[in-house]
Nanobody, 120 residues
Framework: VQLVESGGGLVQPGGSLRLSCAGS????????MGWYRQAPGKQRELVAT???????NYADSVKGRFTISSDNAKNTVHLQMNSLKPEDTAIYYC???????????????WGQGTLVTVSS
């Protein structure tokens, strides 16, 4: 199973985008899922995470602008990004600690990434 992101694209400063992440196959359960981003010439950094219990964590740079949510029935995760700034431009990666089937152990998965460009 792989994680697949969608929803990236080009948006003007102040605009909004919604990213989604789902398994390429049905995922039985996750313990925590999140979004990371990597801007050109910079290291990958945490954006937001959410646990299966709904606890969330955000980078200071996105607090109040981004909202992470999950659909536990479908084991999908979304990132609503509002008031986007040029410095939010990056490749956004989905990450999860997932249990693909009831018989698997939890293990970490990464998506391939989706590009978000904030520019006028």
């Amino acid at each position: 199973v792989q994680l697949v992101e969608s929803g990236g694209g080009l948006v003007q400063p102040g605009g909004s985008l919604r990213l989604s992440c789902a398994g390429s196959e049905t995922i039985f359960r996750f313990s925590v899922m999140g979004w990371y981003r990597q801007a050109p010439g910079k290291q990958r950094e945490l954006v937001a995470t959410i646990t299966s219990g709904g606890d969330t964590n955000y980078a200071d740079s996105v607090k109040g602008r981004f909202t992470i949510s999950s659909d536990n029935a479908k084991n999908t995760v979304h990132l609503q990004m509002n008031s986007l700034k040029p410095e939010d431009t990056a490749i956004y990666y989905c990450n999860g600690d997932v249990k693909p089937t009831p018989w698997d152990n939890y293990h970490e998965l990464w998506g391939q990434g989706t590009l978000v460009t904030v520019s006028s």
